[in-house]
T-cell receptor, first 109, second 115 residues
């Protein structure tokens, strides 16, 4: 079946650093979504992408819908302590949504 | 606080049993979505209801069923429970009638443990 490969699985960074994570698939998707999940809470939608090549920002977050429609990228600039959490990508096609396994972001003091 | 409430917060039960999870959407939201999050499978979309009608189906097992009532709250019924059903079950709601890509507000989840 369709799978999303999200990488890296986890990241340890210093506060203030920029972060990059990505999702790839062998399948084409029509929509890419990026969520963040804090411990003990449900996911929160960060960015939605609807068109190949689209680049969308939400504050310090920027995400791109890959031109091949098989991948997406999320960048976080100037990380701060509240960025800690798990980031999930999700691809949507034919009424089906598939989630990546998540990237766990740790920020070192 | 997303405005979505889920009960119970935790549920511990035995294999073969049946449980019901309850969700109250945000005020005014007509769409309710159910998700399962486990260590093995990650986050999976189960099913969506809009104003009482089933709208979309994901990886929901036949042993599972859901419904949305006239007051818009929803219940997820899990029967013949297996160890592998242990997971966090999330409910989400949105004001849109469209698809799972609409902006959704997630509840805090119900953690189900099957022993």
């Amino acid at each position: 079946g369709q799978q999303l490969n999200q990488s890296p699985q986890s990241m340890f960074i210093q506060e203030g650093e920029d972060v990059s994570m990505n999702c790839t698939s062998s399948s084409i998707f029509n929509t890419w979504l990026w969520y963040k999940q804090d411990p003990g809470e449900g996911p929160v939608l960060l960015i939605a992408l609807y068109k190949a090549g689209e680049l969308t920002s939400n504050g310090r977050l920027t995400a791109q819908f890959g031109i091949t429609r098989k991948d997406s990228f999320l960048n976080i600039s100037a990380s701060i302590p509240s960025d800690v959490g798990i980031y999930f990508c999700a691809g949507f096609r034919d009424d089906k949504i598939i989630f990546g396994k998540g990237t766990r972001l740790h920020i070192l003091p | 606080d997303s405005g979505v409430t889920q009960t119970p917060k935790h549920l511990i039960t035995a294999t073969g049993q049946r449980v019901t999870l309850r969700c109250s959407p945000r005020s005014g939201d007509l769409s309710v979505y159910w998700y399962q999050q486990s260590l093995d499978q990650g986050l999976q979309f189960l099913i969506q209801y809009y104003n009482g009608e089933e709208r979309a189906k994901g990886n929901i097992l036949e042993r599972f069923s859901a419904q949305q009532f006239p007051d818009l709250h929803s219940e997820l019924n899990l029967s013949s429970l297996e160890l592998g059903d242990s997971a966090l079950y999330f409910c989400a709601s949105s004001s849109a009638s469209g698809t799972v890509t609409d902006t959704q507000y997630f509840g805090p989840g119900t953690r189900l443990t099957v022993l």
